[in-house]
């Protein structure tokens, strides 16, 4: 009773996981980031946003510098409402894996770690909001989401039998393959929030030049300067354009790099092993890739539309899970 409980509350939080990572991305990619500008409260109600006409009159006499716009406001708190919620069911999962530590096959060490990254999830998006869109918080603060989601995945591929996740012995080598692809993608991720959280995603207005130029003036330096004074705003971007265009440059170019590496890594799995599981992965890892680049393409074309912009959020977390999943199914102790 005590393992089911605990695997069905982790599903729910894989889930929920999921839904505040898109949400966190919605409010970020709509501008609503600052919807609310104090925290944990949103002008100084707690779990409530001001839509009348004295309760609005209030909170723009507190917070003249930043009048109250209830959409953004609401896109705001329903992502925290959300993330509550996820915060008491890592709580949980936690508190059953410690009753039940003494069980063999109960987890215990990584839903406690589940635990710490959650608060400083929590500490996290805090500081999105007292710091005001400080980029190198906002893009931790989305690593820190897809870190939830990938403990989560691979606390759940435990539960199956490792005997269950046959390996030819040939097909060791591909732990390294596999290893290098997740460190590309999650590297890849990381530019892609850095690009997002520096508003560059249309520094680069052309595709698949740059500015009309395939190489076009640019200032690495400034683009990737990771702590800037506090004190100031970041909405909408601080930088000039010349380190925004280096920031999207080279976002495109580690597009390129994942997508040339993952696509010959999902060929691979797909038409020299003799694992089906391996093959169905490599099948998987190949269509989200092909998927995510032509929704990285479609946000230049289209000009970053909000449903594709937050699409491709979700195609890499998609992404990264496959490629979890797949590191799970080559670890050393499922090929014995």
């Known amino acids: 009773m005590q393992m089911t409980l605990f695997y069905r509350v982790a599903w729910v939080a894989l889930a929920l996981t999921f839904v505040v990572v898109i949400l966190g991305a919605y409010v970020r990619l709509s501008d609503a980031g ?15 946003v001001p839509d009348q006409v ?23 708190m329903i992502h925290r409402y959300c993330a509550g919620t996820l915060g ?7 508190v059953l894996a410690w009753r039940g530590r003494r069980q063999a096959d109960q987890p215990v060490v990584l839903p406690l770690i589940l635990l710490g990254l959650i608060i400083f999830q929590s500490l996290l998006g805090m500081w999105t909001v007292t710091w005001q869109l400080k980029p190198v918080v906002v893009m931790a603060h989305l690593l820190g989401g897809l870190t939830t989601l990938s403990l989560l995945v691979w606390l759940l591929l435990g539960q199956r039998n490792a005997r269950k996740w046959p390996l030819a012995a040939e097909n060791r080598t591909l732990r390294y393959y ?40 640019l200032d690495l330096r400034e683009a990737f300067t990771p702590w800037r004074g506090l004190g100031r705003s970041y909405e909408g971007g601080v930088l000039a354009n010349d380190a925004r265009v280096t920031i999207h440059l080279m976002h495109r170019i580690g597009a390129l790099i994942v997508a040339l590496y993952l696509g010959w890594l999902g060929w ?30 479609a946000n230049i074309v289209l000009r970053l539309p909000l449903p594709v912009a937050v699409a491709h959020t979700g195609g890499a977390a998609l992404l990264l899970l496959s490629l979890i999943t797949l590191n799970h199914l080559l670890r050393p102790e499922a090929a014995a």
């Open 268 to 297: 691979r799995l797909v038409a020299t092993t003799g694992s089906r599981d391996l093959r169905y992965a490599g099948g998987v890892i190949l269509t989200l890739l092909m998927t995510q680049i032509g929704l990285g393409i």
């Open 178 to 217: 596999a290893l290098l692809g997740l460190a590309l993608l999650v590297g890849q991720i990381a530019l892609g929030g850095w690009t997002s959280a520096n508003y560059a995603a249309l520094a680069c207005p052309d595709f698949p030049t740059c500015q009309s130029q395939w190489w076009p003036p």
């Open 88 to 94: 008491l069911l890592i709580l949980a999962l936690a």
């Open 54 to 76: 004295d309760q609005i009159a209030k909170a723009n006499s507190a917070y003249p510098h930043r009048p109250v716009e209830p959409a953004k406001a609401w896109k705001e």
């Open 34 to 48: 600052l919807g609310c500008p104090d925290w944990p409260g949103c002008y100084g109600q707690l779990l409530d």
